[in-house]
């Protein structure tokens, strides 16, 4: 795939940039430390939606990955016209086990079929902007 603003995954994703290595830790192994301890960190939650909630059209100032550990949600993206948004492509759902990535910027929509748990990760620092 591409890394064009539709189509990121976990070798795309700024999420998976600005590992280092640790003392003392076995050979081949690299993390990324929470923001704001370290600038180039990346901020995580552990999410609970219950079913039936939804967010609104938002964007992120970092590309984010979600983790479904429990549930199922479905997202939509959207571009903007003249018009407002546009619904952009089908709507993806994401089920127990799965994992979905959306690039910095990009317009999305969330609705928790299931009640869900989820582990959230942003590069950087969180943000939330509502379209």
Not at 99 to 120: F, M, Q, S, W
Not at 121 to 131: I, L, M, N, Q, S
């Amino acid at each position: 795939m591409s890394n064009d603003s539709k189509n990121v995954t976990s070798e795309t994703s700024a999420i998976w940039d600005n590992h280092v290595t640790a003392p003392d830790t076995p050979v081949g192994f690299t993390l990324r430390t929470t923001y704001p301890g370290n600038e180039q960190g990346a901020e995580v939650m552990l999410e609970r939606w219950e079913a039936g909630s939804s967010e609104p059209p938002h964007s992120h100032p970092g590309d984010d990955m979600t983790v479904v550990v429990e549930g199922k949600m479905v997202i939509q993206f959207f571009t903007k016209s003249d018009n407002g948004l546009e619904k952009d492509g089908e709507p993806v759902t994401l089920n127990k086990g799965d994992t979905g990535y959306v690039k910095a910027g990009r317009i999305h929509d969330a609705n928790y079929i299931e009640n869900c748990k989820l582990v959230y990760a942003h590069d950087k620092a969180f943000g939330f902007t509502a379209e």
